[in-house]
């Protein structure tokens, strides 16, 4: 593991936290799993909106770009993960490490924000995480919105896992820097993001949880209106089959694929089709 630089990665989190709206709060949850970091903005009397970052370096600060325009009809509660780069906190050496320990800390997340439903949403790897929550507990998530999301409806590409290993083994800034041009396809990205991604190498994280696709029994019986939106040029999994699966087999989804847009540029690349779609699916009665 490389040498992490504590600072460096927390002037890189402040520098894109400040593109969120001035009325944004740092709150602290405490969780069986350790104290969660949560960025709140939006109205305190609207209905609750909890998003979850994807893997790797992705943080609660990756929601920038679309944070303003959500936080007009929802109070919005971006969420660090636990073990994971940001500033949420272990209890000791505990840490999630099953589907059902994930279950557990979103729902004590939830309790701690005083909310016994919201909706919910994620991207990549949080959006797995958000569909699993929702399979556990479908009364306490009014809406879901799933962004590219990965392990869910279909596999890793073999590309994929051989371009994205060594930044998961041995993680430098130079590789996650190599590694998100070649999946972005060099799309012009946000120097802060991207310099946030880099600070996020060798950050002291756990053993992510991960698991095999949810059955498609329990998807079929998920009774909770869900946004799916794919991203075209993905190159972690097939977009097309994501679609394809996730259509056949959830009985309440909105779907729809974006274009000139890849996994990893989401979801800061903010392409106008995407609060499009947002927008009118969370004001949904």
């Not at 919105?145 to 993680?171: E, H, M, N, S």
Request: proline share 10%; with cysteine; glycine share 10%.
């Amino acid at each position: 593991m490389t040498g992490y630089d504590r600072d460096g990665f927390r002037v890189a989190y402040d520098k894109v936290l400040a593109k969120w709206p001035a009325d944004r709060a740092a709150l602290t949850v405490r969780t069986p799993f350790g104290d969660t970091r949560v960025n709140a903005c939006g109205p305190r009397d609207a209905p609750p909106l909890l998003l979850l970052p994807g893997g790797g370096g992705a943080t609660s600060a990756s929601w920038y770009a679309q944070v303003a325009a959500l936080s007009s009809i929802r109070r919005v509660y971006a969420v660090d993960l636990i073990g994971a780069p940001g500033l949420s906190g272990r209890a000791g050496d505990r840490h999630p490490r099953t589907v059902a320990d994930l279950t557990g800390w979103l729902d004590a997340v939830l309790d701690g924000l005083g909310a016994s439903s919201a909706d919910l949403g994620g991207h990549s790897h949080g959006a797995w995480i958000a569909l699993h929550q929702a399979l556990h507990a479908p009364a306490r998530v009014r809406r879901l919105f799933l962004l590219d999301p990965t392990q869910c409806f279909a596999g890793y590409k073999a590309a994929y896992l051989i371009r994205a290993l060594p930044t998961v083994l041995r993680p430098t800034p130079r590789g996650v820097s190599a590694f998100l041009t070649w999946e972005t396809g060099g799309a012009p990205l946000d120097p802060d993001w991207l310099n946030l991604q880099r600070a996020a190498a060798g950050f002291p994280s756990a053993k992510p949880v991960t698991g095999p696709r949810p059955g498609p029994d329990a998807l079929r019986a998920l009774n909770v209106p869900v946004l799916l939106l794919v991203a075209a040029n993905s190159r972690t999994h097939d977009p097309w089959e994501v679609a394809d699966r996730a259509g056949a087999l959830l009985p309440h989804a909105e779907i729809a694929v974006l274009p000139d847009v890849s996994h990893h540029a989401l979801p800061q690349a903010a392409p106008p089709a995407l609060t499009r779609h947002l927008t009118p699916f969370l004001s949904g009665s």
